[in-house]
């Protein structure tokens, strides 16, 4: 994969909105909810197909944009208070009031694990992991093939599950993809023809996963196991194929 070039560096990057990108978060996020909400129900065909067919896109859509609007990202005083502000006490503040809560009903009296995210703190912690490291995936000469390379290679090891670093790793290249990404490429694909064909794309993918996936495992889309644990059972050239 050839190289990128390096964004243009600046002090004081503009603000630019793209009211696709919004529209797209939006419905994005919606399908995060209906999503979490099947998750009780996948023994049942229907919501199994409706589940399997939201988790095979929606967060890597998610964080792809999440890249894109994290391109200009610098590390300058004012970005690091915006991170502390926007993420870190977010995560502090929703992490321990989930862990006291779920104390207060198992009443099992477990020491707080701020490290180990739950539910969607794995998602703030990943925001903060990948913004700070944004400024070495702008610097690497191929930063595309070096995040697929360390994606795949995580489900080869035992990696620690320290703020979600599995999933962290194993989600990493659509947010240096997004962060690569320019305006132009994403006003193609306002093109008539771009979205018929993706239409066609996600209505054929709805279809297969509605009628197929009763004995899929979908423990392949949560990106948080080796392929050798189970339910996976995976060799490392299944996993990394």
Same mark, same amino acid.
């Given at each position: 994969?050839?190289?990128?070039?390096?964004?243009?560096?600046?002090?004081?990057?503009?603000?630019?909105?793209?009211?696709?990108? #919004?529209?797209?978060?939006?419905?994005?996020?919606?399908?995060?909810?209906?999503?979490?909400?099947?998750?009780?129900?996948?023994?049942?065909?229907?919501?199994?197909?409706?589940?399997?067919?939201?988790?095979?896109?929606?967060?890597?859509?998610?964080?792809?944009?999440?890249?894109?609007?994290?391109?200009?990202?610098?590390? #300058?005083?004012?970005?690091?208070?915006?991170?502390?502000?926007?993420?870190?006490?977010?995560?502090?503040?929703?992490?321990?009031?989930?862990?006291?809560?779920?104390?207060?009903?198992?009443?099992?009296?477990?020491?707080?694990?701020?490290?180990?995210?739950?539910?969607?703190?794995?998602?703030?912690?990943?925001?903060?992991?990948?913004?700070?490291?944004?400024?070495?995936?702008?610097?690497?000469?191929?930063?595309?093939?070096?995040?697929?390379?360390?994606?795949?290679?995580?489900?080869?090891?035992?990696?620690?599950?320290?703020?979600?670093?599995?999933?962290?790793?194993?989600?990493?290249?659509?947010?240096?993809?997004?962060?690569?990404?320019?305006?132009?490429?994403?006003?193609?694909?306002? #093109?008539?023809?771009?979205?018929?064909?993706?239409?066609?794309?996600?209505?054929?993918?709805?279809?297969?996963?509605?009628?197929?996936?009763?004995?899929?495992?979908?423990?392949?889309?949560?990106?948080?196991?080796?392929?050798?644990? #189970?339910?996976?059972?995976?060799?490392?050239?299944?996993?990394?194929?």
């Amino acid at each position: 994969m050839s190289a990128l070039q390096p964004l243009p560096v600046m002090t004081s990057p503009p603000k630019e909105r793209v009211a696709y990108l #919004d529209n797209a978060r939006y419905w994005v996020m919606l399908l995060v909810v209906i999503g979490h909400s099947l998750t009780q129900f996948t023994d049942m065909d229907s919501a199994r197909g409706v589940y399997v067919w939201i988790y095979t896109f929606h967060m890597p859509f998610f964080i792809l944009i999440s890249g894109y609007t994290a391109r200009r990202y610098m590390g #300058d005083a004012r970005q690091v208070r915006r991170i502390v502000s926007t993420l870190v006490v977010p995560y502090l503040i929703v992490e321990t009031t989930l862990q006291l809560i779920m104390q207060h009903y198992t009443g099992e009296p477990d020491p707080l694990r701020i490290l180990s995210p739950q539910w969607l703190g794995w998602f703030m912690a990943a925001l903060f992991v990948w913004r700070l490291t944004t400024p070495i995936w702008r610097a690497l000469k191929y930063p595309i093939t070096t995040s697929i390379a360390i994606s795949l290679l995580v489900g080869l090891i035992e990696v620690p599950n320290v703020l979600a670093l599995p999933k962290i790793l194993g989600f990493l290249p659509f947010y240096v993809v997004g962060m690569h990404m320019n305006r132009e490429l994403f006003d193609k694909l306002a #093109d008539l023809r771009i979205r018929i064909a993706s239409a066609v794309v996600l209505g054929t993918a709805f279809l297969v996963c509605y009628f197929y996936s009763a004995g899929w495992t979908t423990d392949w889309l949560l990106w948080k196991q080796r392929y050798d644990e #189970d339910p996976l059972g995976a060799t490392a050239l299944e996993g990394v194929t």
